[in-house]
Structures are given as C-alpha cells and as structure tokens.
C-alpha cells in the first residue's frame, strides 16, 4: 500500500518502491470532510481514482477532520492489514515528527512503513522525478512562501528556477503542493481541468494562515 496525496513525493516513492520489487496494490487517500477533495491538495477524488485507474491500483480513502485523522487512518490501516497488506509506502524526506508519526500509526496495524526517499538530497529527488518523465501541475501555495502566480503552473525545471531563495525545491516545509498526471508508470495521462483559483485563510487556531488553490477536477 502506497500513502498517496497525488503529488510528486508520494509519486516518486511509490515509483522507488516498484523498482525494488515490491508489489503495491492499492493507494490509500485522505479525504476533506466533504469527502470529494484531498486534504492538502484540493484535487478532486475523481482525479485521484483516475490516477489509480492510470497506475493500475485500486483506490482506498479516509474522508476525516483533523481532530479524527489518525484514529480513521489506523482504522484503514488495520483493514488493510486485514486483507493481507503488509507494508505501507510513505513519500516523506526528511521531517522526523511525520516519520515518527508513519511509524507508530504503521505500528498499531502490524504493518511496516517503508520511506524510499529519505534523508536523499531534495534537489536530486526533483531532477530524478523530471527525467523519469513525471508530468505535474503545482495545486496549492502556502502564501507565506509564494504568492499566487505561483500556483495553477506546471512543476518543471523552470518552477524550480523561479522559487525564491529560502524556499525548499521539493516543497517538503509545505510551501507548495502537486498533482501529478503522467510518468513512466502510468498507462495513460490522466486528464485535469482547473476549476478556477480559490484563496483560503485558515482558522485563528491553525495561524490564519492564506492559502492558494489551483482547484482541478477530471476533465
């Protein structure tokens, strides 16, 4: 099982995984209370079952608030577990607390978590994901690193050209986030279409904070 957010880490983890062997079946998402977009992301659940339909692996979601995100993501995972899946892929690089969290979620279903991309260069990481021939659009922005323009364009080397200093190429402090619709191991691309451009503050809890979507949906 691949954690999957339908963003280039993610991709490129589950993407090192198959080249060692191991057999992925399924990709497990979590859901906005909606229950129709990921959490991070703003993709649309349409584009994510694509994007399984496209890697030939069947889709698992969560759809949860923050306050009940790790209880229902056990709950999947013991599920999972249950249906004899043994390992669970996660993109992260080099943030211990979500290490830290992978493994003991992992831990309390009898299954073990497996980071292929840790404690590697970021920058090599990007360049390994654009020469493979991985395709993605930049979906969201953290507009304490970038502003608008930054959003709703493609993740390429001309991107990563254009960040300013200080902001981390593979946006692994969350300045920025993907969604990735061709590579090497898609059958087909998947086609997107935007929504429009949204802007969200978050709550005074979590610093309201301006965040920039790119919204896509299945084309």
């Known amino acids: 099982m691949a954690s999957w957010s339908g963003g ?3 991709c490129l983890a ?11 079946t399924h990709l497990l998402t979590a859901l906005d209370e909606s229950g ?14 694509n994007q399984g339909q496209a890697l030939g692996m069947s889709n698992e979601f969560i759809s949860a608030s923050w306050q009940d995100y790790e209880q229902d993501f056990i709950g999947k995972l013991k599920q999972l577990h249950a249906e004899g899946i043994t390992q669970a892929i996660f993109g992260d ?17 009898n299954i073990a978590a497996l980071l292929p991309l840790w404690n590697e260069n970021r920058l090599s990481l990007v360049n390994e994901f654009l020469d493979a021939g991985f395709k993605a659009r930049v979906t969201c922005v ?8 930054f959003v709703g364009v493609e993740f390429d080397a001309q991107f990563i050209s254009s960040l300013p200093e200080g902001v981390d190429a593979c946006g692994e ?7 990735v619709y061709d590579g090497p191991n898609f059958s087909q691309t998947v086609r997107w279409k935007s929504l429009g451009k949204q802007k969200y503050v978050s709550p005074p809890e979590y610093g309201q904070i301006s965040y920039y979507f790119d919204l896509l949906d299945a084309a």
Not at 14 to 24: C, F, H, T, Y
Not at 36 to 49: E, F, N, Q
């Open 8 to 10: 280039k880490d993610s």
């Open 14 to 24: 589950l993407w090192r995984a198959q080249s060692m062997g191991i057999n992925i």
């Open 36 to 49: 129709l977009k990921t959490r991070s992301h703003g993709v649309s659940k349409a584009l994510i079952l």
């Open 93 to 109: 690089i080099d943030l211990i607390p979500h290490r830290e969290w992978e493994e003991k979620v992992c831990a309390s279903a």
């Open 142 to 149: 953290d507009g304490r690193y970038l502003d608008e323009s």
């Open 173 to 179: 402090n969350g300045e920025f986030h993907t969604f």
